[in-house]
């Protein structure tokens, strides 16, 4: 299957410049996306604009990841209702440098001919004078010609700075310098960028000449929605962040195992790139048929973390979903790191209990009555009474015995005890 063609069935192409299938056919074709170093990691937002490039490697084309150095000095007005606040070099280049090491994750740089690049904007224009860039770029395009791009037409009326007018001229020059200097034929992008994009198609028509034998093409995807018509790639916090440190693993496939049934079709399509078409059909027939065991589900979040943070991560983030609905083993419990046993229990109630409080004496019963202040039970006699019950446990045990030592109780890192109350959970943590 031809990279259009893959790119058709999975719902992934916006609009595309009439010649770039044929381009495609045709040859070996090297084509771009470029990544704004907006902040230190890229998000899902990108990583499905990364699958584009993953799935032209895949057809035989040559990839290049474009880091926008120099653009990201100057911010893309689309999309966007205010001027963006100007970022420091320093804390560009940190995002740079993060933003390279991730792309490094999903392509691939080591397989011949069409092995994928990373290249950086301000590499090039860091040695272009400003009289320079006007005369090599800014007298072929007319300010009307830049002016009708919807990025601009937004911002008209509520005002857009130089700077950011300025953007779409930077970004097809680097349309145009690629293609002088690298063969770059096509650049793709999601559909927010057709503007800036053909912007660099106009330009290389207009400086190698209207008769000249030149091939620049365009491609872009749709803005990836929900089925109810809103933003993909939010979560209550915000961006669901590829870097570890910004979203757990745990946390990210939290993410896509709660999706809803209604959005993913599309989300198989446009993020597990690894799985065929008969793959994906396939797994959706097995869940149509019981879609409360959620199969879709599973195997959406098992591939694209186990694609974005490695299988040791997924095993673990599985393991601390099944502590969160009570289906796991005391021994998962307590391989919970500190950081996931927080994430897991995030909102779960929670008491603190002075160590100083406790004597050689204290017991199971006191611990949850008393010396919690009635927060877990209110009286010794309702402590007594569920323990008879069998409706409490320790760190995922059943326990009856009211007079159990509190010094018997193995303490999860050292000073947490994860009750059971019945269904519900309640943390006691000892200070």
Same mark, same amino acid.
């Given at each position: 299957?031809?990279?259009?063609?893959?790119?058709?069935?999975?719902?992934?192409?916006?609009?595309?410049?009439?010649?770039?299938?044929?381009?495609?056919?045709?040859?070996?074709?090297?084509?771009?996306?470029?990544?704004?170093?907006?902040?230190?990691?890229?998000?899902?937002?990108?990583?499905?604009?990364?699958?584009?490039?993953?799935?032209?490697?895949?057809?035989?084309?040559?990839?290049?990841?474009?880091?926008?150095?120099?653009?990201?000095?100057?911010?893309?007005?689309?999309?966007?209702?205010?001027?963006?606040?100007?970022?420091?070099?320093?804390?560009?280049?940190?995002?740079?440098?993060?933003?390279?090491?991730?792309?490094?994750?999903?392509?691939?740089?080591?397989?011949?001919?069409?092995?994928?690049?990373?290249?950086?904007?301000?590499?090039?224009?860091?040695?272009?004078?400003?009289?320079?860039?006007?005369?090599?770029?800014?007298?072929?395009?007319?300010?009307?010609?830049?002016?009708?791009?919807?990025?601009?037409?937004?911002?008209?009326?509520?005002?857009?700075?130089?700077?950011?007018?300025?953007?779409?001229?930077?970004?097809?020059?680097?349309?145009?310098?690629?293609?002088?200097?690298?063969?770059?034929?096509?650049?793709?992008?999601?559909?927010?960028?057709?503007?800036?994009?053909?912007?660099?198609?106009?330009?290389?028509?207009?400086?190698?000449?209207?008769?000249?034998?030149?091939?620049?093409?365009?491609?872009?995807?749709?803005?990836?929605?929900?089925?109810?018509?809103?933003?993909?790639?939010?979560?209550?916090?915000?961006?669901?962040?590829?870097?570890?440190?910004?979203?757990?693993?745990?946390?990210?496939?939290?993410?896509?195992?709660?999706?809803?049934?209604?959005?993913?079709?599309?989300?198989?399509?446009?993020?597990?790139?690894?799985?065929?078409?008969?793959?994906?059909?396939?797994?959706?027939?097995?869940?149509?048929?019981?879609?409360?065991?959620?199969?879709?589900?599973?195997?959406?979040?098992?591939?694209?973390?186990?694609?974005?943070?490695?299988?040791?991560?997924?095993? /673990? !983030?599985? *393991? $601390?979903?099944? #502590?969160?609905?009570? @289906?796991?083993?005391?021994?998962?419990? +307590?391989?919970?790191?500190?950081?996931?046993?927080?994430?897991?229990?995030?909102?779960?109630?929670?008491?603190?209990?002075?160590?100083?409080?406790?004597?050689?004496?204290?017991?199971?019963?006191?611990?949850?009555?008393?010396?919690?202040?009635?927060?877990?039970?209110?009286?010794?006699?309702?402590?007594? /009474? !569920?323990? *008879? $019950?069998?409706? #409490?446990?320790?760190? @995922?045990?059943?326990?009856?015995?009211? +007079?159990?030592?509190?010094?018997?109780?193995?303490?999860?890192?050292?000073?947490?005890?994860?009750?059971?109350?019945?269904?519900?959970?309640?943390?006691?943590?000892?200070?």
């Amino acid at each position: 299957m031809g990279f259009i063609e893959e790119l058709r069935w999975r719902g992934m192409i916006q609009d595309i410049m009439p010649g770039t299938e044929e381009q495609l056919n045709k040859e070996m074709t090297t084509g771009y996306i470029g990544f704004d170093p907006t902040a230190r990691s890229l998000h899902i937002g990108n990583l499905a604009t990364i699958m584009v490039l993953k799935q032209f490697q895949m057809a035989g084309h040559k990839p290049l990841a474009l880091v926008g150095g120099a653009t990201g000095m100057v911010g893309d007005p689309s999309g966007k209702s205010a001027e963006r606040n100007f970022l420091s070099e320093e804390t560009l280049l940190e995002n740079q440098e993060g933003i390279k090491k991730q792309l490094e994750k999903f392509l691939d740089f080591n397989c011949g001919e069409n092995s994928a690049e990373i290249v950086n904007n301000y590499d090039w224009f860091k040695d272009i004078s400003f009289l320079q860039f006007l005369r090599e770029a800014g007298k072929y395009l007319t300010v009307n010609y830049m002016s009708s791009k919807d990025s601009v037409k937004r911002r008209i009326e509520t005002g857009i700075s130089f700077t950011e007018f300025s953007y779409q001229l930077i970004q097809g020059y680097d349309y145009y310098h690629l293609y002088k200097t690298r063969g770059v034929k096509l650049q793709m992008g999601g559909s927010d960028q057709w503007g800036n994009i053909t912007t660099g198609t106009e330009l290389i028509r207009r400086k190698e000449g209207e008769n000249a034998d030149y091939s620049a093409y365009a491609l872009t995807t749709p803005l990836l929605t929900k089925a109810d018509g809103t933003k993909f790639g939010k979560s209550e916090g915000g961006n669901v962040w590829l870097d570890p440190e910004l979203t757990s693993p745990y946390q990210f496939y939290q993410f896509w195992i709660n999706q809803n049934d209604a959005d993913l079709p599309r989300l198989m399509r446009v993020y597990c790139c690894f799985l065929s078409k008969e793959q994906i059909e396939a797994i959706e027939a097995e869940h149509a048929q019981a879609p409360h065991l959620r199969v879709a589900q599973k195997a959406l979040a098992k591939e694209v973390t186990t694609m974005v943070h490695g299988a040791d991560a997924y095993e /673990k !983030a599985v *393991q $601390a979903s099944e #502590v969160l609905f009570g @289906k796991s083993t005391v021994e998962a419990l +307590k391989n919970l790191d500190e950081q996931t046993f927080k994430e897991v229990f995030e909102g779960v109630p929670q008491t603190k209990v002075q160590k100083s409080d406790l004597t050689n004496e204290s017991n199971l019963l006191e611990l949850i009555s008393v010396l919690s202040n009635g927060e877990v039970y209110p009286s010794k006699t309702e402590a007594r /009474k !569920a323990l *008879q $019950a069998n409706a #409490v446990s320790v760190n @995922k045990t059943k326990i009856q015995d009211d +007079k159990l030592p509190v010094n018997d109780i193995e303490l999860l890192h050292g000073k947490y005890i994860l009750l059971g109350k019945g269904k519900k959970n309640h943390i006691i943590e000892l200070v």
